[in-house]
């Protein structure tokens, strides 16, 4: 179905799993925009569905190339491998960029959710009242979910089972943020972070021959604690695809309502003056986690008081967001041209 890509459009996977990977570790982005804006995502979601009874029976009877043909396996894999990649690059640079320079990350983040706002509803066609309406019911989805207050950390590894099904959805759903929804389920740190770093060290450590690690009893926790929340990533990401494929087949046009309504109202999420609220005790004090990091139970938004030069530079890496998108409207508009 989707044979023969040439050299280039296999490092372009490589390189928009690599974006999907970076925007799924953002609290607020989704990776599944990046699949729309890229557009990939309908063969991504058709792709994920053939994962399924007949992939297995494939599997298990050894007859690897029919199970690699039949689940679109080499754009999966090139997928995945920029995923991979940028799990251990780019979120990596991501993680020291938003402690150092939150503002213009978010304001990036903040420009480039504008542009794919357009970038989706541009083709969509005529607009009647039921798709307005379904638009409506995605924006107010979308600012529910902004304004719910985060849970406490909780590592039952049945609970992290379910946190990898739900925070999946970043992939699989447009304007959905895996990495917000676990920060509401309150592990997104535990996640994404102490439990990722874990997995790092742990090859780190391999690497150099240094095995003492096996009888840390707080690292082995913690990659039983990834494996169980891959596991339930891997589960949500076949399920998930199931329902959207089927959806996306026969109503199209109001998925797609709902995703660009969706998207508008979880731009709160990413909206780049805020301040972190934190978890008092009872004498007003600061609370922290296990591992000595402040307990954040949301955040006051707010529009910048004056105009000076860092409320400009913000600005213009809104701009710059929007322009990352709209360029990349322009050269999937100018591969067409000298391709089509």
Same mark, same amino acid.
């Given at each position: 179905?989707?044979?023969?890509?040439?050299?280039?459009?296999?490092?372009?996977?490589?390189?928009?799993?690599?974006?999907?990977?970076?925007?799924?570790?953002?609290?607020?982005?989704?990776?599944?925009?990046?699949?729309?804006?890229?557009?990939?995502?309908?063969?991504?979601?058709?792709?994920?569905?053939?994962?399924?009874?007949?992939?297995?029976?494939?599997?298990?009877?050894?007859?690897?190339?029919?199970?690699?043909?039949?689940?679109?396996?080499?754009?999966?894999?090139?997928?995945?491998?920029?995923?991979?990649?940028?799990?251990?690059?780019?979120?990596?640079? *991501?993680?020291? !960029?938003?402690? $150092?320079?939150?503002?213009?990350?978010?304001? +990036?983040?903040?420009?480039? #959710? @504008? %542009?794919? =706002?357009?970038?989706?509803?541009?083709?969509?066609?005529?607009?009647?009242?039921?798709?307005?309406?379904?638009?409506?019911?995605?924006?107010?989805?979308?600012?529910?979910?902004?304004?719910?207050?985060?849970?406490?950390?909780?590592?039952?590894?049945?609970?992290?089972?379910?946190?990898?099904?739900?925070?999946?959805?970043?992939?699989?759903?447009?304007?959905?943020?895996?990495?917000?929804?676990?920060?509401?389920?309150?592990?997104?740190?535990?996640?994404?972070?102490?439990?990722?770093?874990?997995?790092?060290?742990?090859?780190?450590?391999?690497?150099?021959?240094?095995?003492?690690?096996?009888?840390?009893?707080?690292?082995?926790?913690?990659?039983?604690?990834?494996?169980?929340?891959?596991?339930?990533?891997?589960?949500?990401?076949?399920? *998930?695809?199931? !329902?959207?494929? $089927?959806?996306?087949?026969?109503?199209?046009? +109001?998925?797609?309502?709902? #995703? @660009? %309504?969706? =998207?508008?109202?979880?731009?709160?999420?990413?909206?780049?003056?805020?301040?972190?609220?934190?978890?008092?005790?009872?004498?007003?004090?600061?609370?922290?986690?296990?591992?000595?990091?402040?307990?954040?139970?949301?955040?006051?938004?707010?529009?910048?008081?004056?105009?000076?030069?860092?409320?400009?530079?913000?600005?213009?890496?809104?701009?710059?967001?929007?322009?990352?998108?709209?360029?990349?409207?322009?050269?999937?508009?100018?591969?067409?041209?000298?391709?089509?």
């Amino acid at each position: 179905m989707y044979e023969n890509r040439s050299f280039s459009d296999k490092v372009w996977l490589v390189l928009k799993g690599l974006g999907m990977g970076a925007a799924n570790k953002v609290p607020g982005v989704s990776g599944g925009v990046v699949a729309f804006v890229a557009g990939f995502y309908e063969e991504f979601i058709y792709s994920l569905q053939k994962v399924n009874k007949k992939a297995f029976k494939l599997f298990i009877d050894g007859r690897f190339k029919s199970f690699y043909r039949y689940t679109n396996g080499q754009f999966l894999s090139l997928l995945i491998l920029g995923m991979v990649i940028s799990y251990f690059s780019v979120s990596k640079l *991501l993680d020291y !960029l938003i402690v $150092y320079y939150e503002l213009f990350v978010w304001s +990036a983040f903040f420009g480039m #959710i @504008i %542009g794919s =706002i357009y970038f989706i509803a541009k083709d969509f066609g005529d607009w009647n009242r039921k798709y307005v309406g379904y638009l409506l019911c995605g924006v107010a989805a979308g600012v529910a979910i902004s304004f719910l207050e985060p849970a406490k950390e909780n590592s039952n590894l049945l609970f992290v089972f379910f946190c990898g099904i739900i925070s999946v959805s970043g992939m699989t759903l447009p304007g959905l943020s895996g990495s917000f929804i676990l920060i509401l389920l309150g592990n997104y740190v535990l996640l994404l972070v102490d439990s990722v770093n874990s997995l790092f060290d742990t090859f780190a450590d391999v690497f150099q021959g240094d095995f003492n690690w096996i009888y840390n009893a707080e690292r082995i926790e913690l990659l039983k604690v990834l494996a169980v929340f891959s596991l339930g990533s891997l589960v949500g990401l076949v399920s *998930l695809s199931h !329902l959207l494929a $089927y959806v996306l087949k026969r109503f199209k046009k +109001a998925t797609y309502a709902v #995703i @660009i %309504g969706f =998207i508008a109202g979880s731009l709160g999420v990413v909206w780049p003056w805020k301040e972190k609220k934190y978890e008092l005790d009872a004498f007003g004090q600061i609370q922290f986690d296990a591992n000595g990091r402040e307990i954040i139970r949301g955040y006051n938004r707010f529009f910048p008081s004056e105009f000076n030069s860092e409320t400009i530079l913000a600005i213009v890496f809104i701009i710059v967001g929007v322009a990352i998108v709209l360029s990349l409207d322009w050269y999937d508009n100018h591969r067409k041209r000298h391709h089509g």
